[in-house]
């Protein structure tokens, strides 16, 4: 506040004990240094309460958030924090820890240890070819190799000779595997077998066999890891020579570009039993004059991606009890029973697919089936899109339905 006093006017802190009058002109001036002026302390962190200015000065001197120079660094840390600072400084001078004559900065002295001190213990650098020295000062490795020179060149060139073995081993696993790598099944004669099933029978671990245009009546058993795959997508077709499976995949197999046809009574067109995660069969158009398309037994999770799957006399797919399967991308339809039929227990991931005109129902889950069912296009199902029975507990959701 302010009160003239014989034309003069008073300081605003005279409440707090300032005696100053004088000019208005005057008062702008006087209160950047009046001693009554409330303030709060001007280092950062400080939480002491504001005060007037004649009393700034004591508390500053004494006040934790004072800032000082660290004599390492050179930065400016408040003095409540000085000290711990200085024990933890990048920049403070050490000596090594393992005492050699090296002076060090804290930051400094991992790297020291590690590459540069002669008092680390370190393996002889010919160790890795079978020099037995592995427990050695560094300030000792210089006199090491010179002593054992010829014994580090011996363990060299064997290691050059086993290395020159090794390569030539692997030339001629790759010669072998670039050889096999062309297998073919031709019905004319033109590949390296007419049929698929010898195929099969003589292939090995990993082989990829191609099977050129033609119709191939014969029933397969695949109990190796091996990939099966049609020259020209669709254009080779393989039906069951006889009362069986068209397929049967016990081990894992890569199975992709096949027409397969089911035609014989009380069998699958391709039925998978190998109870791993690897199988795969993509891109095929499967049909079956009798049991289901595909049939996913207990304990097997192959991925069934890109098909087209139809006009089975019972089920698209049938995934049987404890049965998984990755069903993904398929176009699904026109099977006499469910497209999809989900056992008890059965868990399979299902998204991606048309699933359409069965003649009973596009998914049927059975009592405790389980699975999730997402992204799909379920439609024009004789007796509903997706049947769930009492006691199933799928997840649905973001489907067209």
């Known amino acids: 506040y302010q009160r003239r006093v014989h034309g003069d006017i008073?300081?605003?802190?005279?409440?707090?004990?300032?005696?100053w009058t004088g000019r208005w002109m005057d008062l702008a001036e006087h209160r950047e240094g009046c001693e009554y002026e409330v303030v709060v302390c001007p280092h950062e962190g400080c939480t002491e309460p504001p005060m007037i200015r004649k009393h700034l000065h004591a508390h500053s001197n004494t006040c934790p958030y004072k800032c000082f120079e660290c004599q390492s660094c050179a930065k400016m840390i408040p003095g409540c924090k000085l000290q711990e600072h200085e024990r933890e400084c990048p920049k403070r001078q050490v000596k090594c820890p393992q005492m050699c004559a090296a002076t060090l900065t804290l930051d400094t002295v991992t790297s020291h240890v590690q590459h540069q001190c002669p008092l680390t213990v370190v393996t002889c650098p010919f160790h890795c070819h079978g020099c037995e020295v592995d427990s050695i000062q560094r300030k000792e490795v210089d006199a090491h190799m010179k002593v054992a020179m010829s014994k580090h060149v011996e363990l060299l060139c064997r290691t050059v000779e086993q290395q020159a073995h090794l390569i030539s081993q692997q030339q001629l696993q790759i010669t072998k595997l670039f050889r096999r790598s062309h297998v073919v099944v031709d019905l004319h004669g033109k590949g390296t077998y007419l049929t698929v099933?010898?195929?099969?029978?003589?292939?090995?671990?990993?082989?990829?066999?191609?099977?050129?245009?033609?119709?191939?009546?014969?029933?397969?058993?695949?109990n190796k890891?091996?990939?099966?795959?049609?020259?020209?997508?669709?254009?080779?077709?393989?039906?069951?020579?006889?009362?069986?499976?068209?397929?049967?995949?016990?081990?894992?197999?890569?199975?992709s570009g096949f027409t397969l046809h089911q035609r014989s009574k009380n069998f699958f067109c391709v039925r998978i039993i190998g109870s791993d995660e690897s199988t795969v069969v993509e891109s095929c158009d499967i049909v079956s004059d009798?049991?289901?398309?595909?049939?996913?037994?207990?304990?097997?999770?192959?991925?069934?991606?890109?098909?087209?799957?139809?006009?089975?006399?019972?089920?698209?797919?049938?995934?049987?009890?404890?049965?998984?399967?990755?069903?993904?991308?398929?176009?699904?339809?026109?099977?006499?029973?469910?497209?999809?039929?989900?056992?008890a227990h059965a868990n399979p991931f299902v998204t991606a697919n048309k699933i359409h005109n069965s003649t009973q129902h596009g998914i049927w889950i059975k009592q405790h089936g389980i699975g999730l069912f997402e992204n799909n296009t379920i439609y024009n199902n004789t007796m509903s899109n997706i049947k769930i029975e009492e006691g199933a507990i799928p997840v649905i959701k973001n489907n067209y339905i």
């Open 225 to 255: 890891n091996i990939t099966l795959k049609s020259a020209v997508e669709g254009k080779a077709c393989i039906e069951n020579g006889s009362e069986s499976n068209v397929i049967v995949i016990r081990s894992t197999c890569q199975l």
């Open 10 to 19: 008073w300081c605003d802190n005279v409440g707090n004990g300032c005696k």
């Open 197 to 222: 099933g010898e195929a099969v029978a003589n292939a090995e671990e990993g082989d990829r066999i191609f099977i050129n245009e033609g119709v191939y009546r014969e029933s397969i058993v695949i």
């Open 290 to 343: 009798h049991f289901s398309c595909i049939q996913i037994d207990s304990g097997c999770n192959p991925l069934i991606r890109n098909n087209r799957i139809h006009d089975s006399k019972q089920c698209g797919i049938l995934i049987k009890k404890n049965g998984k399967g990755r069903i993904e991308g398929n176009d699904i339809h026109s099977n006499s029973l469910s497209n999809i039929y989900v056992d």
